[in-house]
C-alpha cells in the first residue's frame, strides 16, 4: 500500500530541521532546544512535527505545511505515516492535533490535487483522505484537535474526527464544510461525521449552504466543544486530554467503537465505489470549470 | 395517474380570476393589476395562486383555499401539478409556499376526506398526500415556508418539507404534528421528516402529546428557523431566498439529495403498503367516532 | 420463564410490612395508615412497593430496597413482575417510578451480581436487565420517572426507558452513564436509548468520560425534561400524567411503538449474544480485578 511504503522512505531528522528552519522565517520561532533535543527519538516530517511524551503517553502533532495546511496527497501520506505510528506505540494514549502555521489550522482538502489531474492520481489522493479520516475516526488514542485558526472543509473533517474541539476563541477564524460554496460536494462520510457531531438538520442547513461558521456559532450548535483564548488552545487541550486519560483504556476504546464503527464500516465497505465516484465527479467538465474560476478569484486576491 | 391526467384538465384564467374574486370579497385584495398582467403565463388554479418570476427564477405559491387551506383531494392534487410544472421548468430555481388566508397557513388534511369516504376514495386521498410530501421533500428546488399563520398537522408537514422556514412572530400561531390530539396516527414518514428537523427526543414527546408549539417555541426546537413580524415574512423569505440562490445549483442539489433520499426511498418502497394502513386504519369504526365527535366539536364551536 | 415463576411465588403484604418497617428505621417513614389500608388489594413485595388507584388508572412504584435501590437479580426480578402485572391490568394506564429511598433514585445494577459470580448465574443476572429495559422501553403505559435522588448507571438506563423524567432540583444528584468509569461498557442497547434521548454526539462525549450530570446539565443536555424541589417531584409526576393522559391511548401507543420499536427489536433479536457478550466480559480476570478495586474503594470511603 502506497502508505506503507511511504512510511519506509520517511523523512528523518535533517527534513524536519530545514522545514522548520523556514518555519521560523516567517518569523516565528517554532523550535526551542529543549524540544529538538527531545525530539531526537521522535518520528517527525517535512509536513508535520509530532512530539510525543513518553511520561504523559500524549503526543502533540503539529501541521506545519506552509502556508496554509493544505491537504496535499504528501501531507495526507505523512500524517497517516505519523498518526499509525503512534497508534502502533501503546505507550501513546493520547493524541493532540494543532497548526503550526498562523491563523489557520488546516484550510482541507488540497486544489491543486484535484485540478489538472489524472483520473488515477485524483483516486490516489481521495484514498489518502479516506485514509486520513479511517485512521483518526477510528482511533484507539484519544484524539483531541486544539483549533488553532481558520478550519474549513477538510480542516474541519480533520477537527470533527477527534473525541474533543477546543476552539481559539477569535471571531476572525472559521470552521465549517462550506464544500457546495466551490461547487463540490461532501460525500457521504463527510455527511456521516457532521450529522454524529451536530445532528441531521444544522447538517443539512451546513451543507447545502456550505456553512462557515464563527467560533461562537460553532460552540452553539455543538461542532466545537470549547472556546478558549488562542494562546491557551494547546495548554486547555492538555488539561482535556489528562480528564479523558483518567477513564481506563479499554472501556473507553470499546464505548468509542460502539459509537462509530457502523459510520467507519459504511465508508470500508464502499470504498473503491465512493474513489470511483470521487474520480468522475472531479474530472468533469463543469467541476474542472468551477475549479479554475476559484483559483484564478484567489490569485487575483492575492495580487 | 391521476395527477397528470388532473394536470392536463387544469383551470385556465378565469378559474383563478373568479376564485380571486371570492378571495378580494372577504376584505382582502389580493390582485394588483400588475400581478394580474404578469400571471398571463402562469400555471394557476382555483386554490393555489403560482406566480412566477422568470428574472428571478423563483416562483411564490399561495394557497387560497378558503377558509383554512386544507388540505382536500383536489387541493393536494393541483397543489402537486404546480409543484411539477415548476419543477420541471429549468428557470425555476426556488420556490416559496405560503398562504393567502387570513391567520392559517395551512390547517392539514381535509378530515372530510377521511370521513364517512369509501376505502378507494380514502386510498386515493392518502396517495395525494404521499405524493405532496415525495415531490416537496426531494424537490431539486430550494423550497421555503413562508409561515404566515397556523400550521398544525398537515400543514406542519409541508413546512417541515421545506429547505426553509421562517414564521410568523405571532403568539396566536401555533406547529405541530397533533394528530394523536384528534385520535389518529402520524405515519412512519411524517415522524421521519420529524426527527430529520427536531431529532428524535423531541419529536418523540411532540408526537406522543400532539404538542402545538408557539412560534418561539417552535423556533426553540428548531421547528422553524427564523421568526418575523408578521408582514415580512414574505420579504424575508425572498431574501433568504437568494442566499440560498448563492450556491451552485448541481453541488446544493446532490448535497440535499445525500441528506433525504433515504427517507424519500423508505416511503417510496412501502408506498402501496402505507396506503393499505392508513385505508384500514382510518375506516375503522372507532375511528370513524373519534372524527365525527371531533367534526361535531368543530360545529359547536362555530355555532 | 424465570419472571413468570417468581410471579407465582411472589411476596405477600407481611413481606413489605416488614421491609417498610426497616425502612422507617432510618429515620423516614414511609407508611401512612391510609397508605397501608389502600394497598392491601395491591401488588406489593418487599423491594418494591406498587400502589395503584383504580379511580386515575395510575399506579405508582416506590423502590425501597435500602441502601440505594441496588438492581440486583432479586429486586430485577420482582421489578419486572410488577410492571408486567400493571400492563396485563386493563385499567392501569399510567406507571410513576419514584425511590422511597433518601438521595438516590437508584445506584444502577448491583455490583456484587457481577462480581464472583458464575458465568451462567451473571447470564440470569444480565437476561434480567435486558427484561427490565424491554419491558419499560416498550411499555404501553405512559411511564414517568420522578427522579428524586442521584440515579446513576443502571438507574439512568431506568429514567430513560420513561416518557417523562422529572428530577428533584438538588446539586448534590447526578445522573448520567459512568459505566467507563469503573472499567466497565454500557452495551449496545443503553448506548441506544441515550442516543435516542440526548442525541449521538452528546452520547459519545457521555459515554466515553462516563460522565455524571448534576441536574441542572441533565435537563440542558435534554436527559431530563423538568426540574422542581425535590418535595415536589412526586406530585408535579402525578400532574404531568394527566396530561399524557389526556391523549387518547391507542394512539399514543401506536406512535409510541412507532418511535421504539427499531430500539427494541435491536435487542430482543440480539438478546443470546448480548448476553453471551456481557458474561464473556464480566468474568474477564481484568474486568473483576477492576470490580475488586471499585468495591474496596467503596469499603474504604464507608469505613
Known sequence: MALRAALRNKCGLSGLLSQRSSCSSHGRVCVSPVLVAQQRNNSTSPKIDVEFDQSTGVAVMRMQSPPVNSLSLDFLTEFCIGVEKLEMDKGCRGLIITSNQPKVFSAGLDIMEMYGKSPERCGEF??????????????????????????????????????????????????GLNETQL?????????DTMVNTVGHRTTEMALELGLLYNPS????????????????????????????????????????????????????SNREADIQNFVSFITKDSIQKSLRMYLEMLKKRRA
Open 217 to 268: 456559532e460553532a460552540l452553539k450548535i455543538g461542532l466545537v466543544d470549547q472556546l478558549v483564548p488562542e494562546d491557551q488552545v494547546l495548554t486547555t487541550a492538555a488539561q482535556a486530554m489528562t480528564k479523558w486519560l483518567a477513564i481506563p483504556d479499554h472501556a473507553r476504546q470499546i464505548t468509542k467503537s460502539m459509537m462509530r464503527k457502523p459510520t467507519v464500516d459504511k465508508l470500508t
Open 126 to 175: 481521495w484514498r489518502a483522505v479516506q485514509e486520513m479520516w479511517l485512521k483518526l475516526y477510528s482511533s484507539n488514542m484519544v484524539t483531541i484537535a486544539a483549533i488553532n485558526g481558520s478550519s474549513p472543509a477538510g480542516g474541519c473533517l480533520m477537527s470533527m474526527t477527534c473525541d474533543y474541539r477546543i476552539m481559539a476563541d477569535n471571531p476572525r477564524y472559521s470552521i
Open 183 to 191: 461547487g463540490i460536494v461532501a460525500p457521504f462520510w463527510f455527511k
